[in-house]
């Protein structure tokens, strides 16, 4: 278990700044999803914003969990709250990227390709 611990040592990173990112990220990708429903169909679902916003809650307390769980385990360089919030960090880029390429915003091939590959940012 230590190797595995030695391992990820690296990957520590401030959890302040994750969480941060994750926050920001989130009012962005809610902010342009508003923009990309307006614009594509002309109108916001108060469906589609409420099953968003649940969605967003639901991230917070996986989050949250992850915080819990790394407590619990006494994970003190927080790698299992890291990791939890690292990849939605990673996935509300990934929105983010893909509501402003259909808003028609011009984006680099970078972020294209941290986007992914196989969508149409």
Request: proline residues 2%; aromatic residues 10%; contains cysteine.
């Amino acid at each position: 278990m230590e190797e595995l611990m030695n391992l990820f040592q690296g990957f520590s990173v401030n959890v302040n700044l994750l969480w941060y990112a994750l926050g920001i990220l989130m009012v962005c990708d809610f902010g342009t999803g508003i923009a990309k429903a307006y614009k594509i169909d002309s109108q916001v679902s108060s469906s589609k914003l409420r099953d968003g916003g649940f969605k967003k809650c639901g991230m917070l307390a996986v989050a949250m969990l992850g915080v819990g769980l790394s407590h619990l385990f006494g994970d003190t360089k927080f790698l299992i709250a890291n990791g939890i919030v690292a990849y939605y960090v990673y996935t509300e880029l990934v929105s983010v990227v893909e509501n402003l390429g259909a808003l028609g915003v011009p984006l680099p091939p970078l972020i294209k390709n941290i986007a992914g590959k196989g969508k149409s940012a």
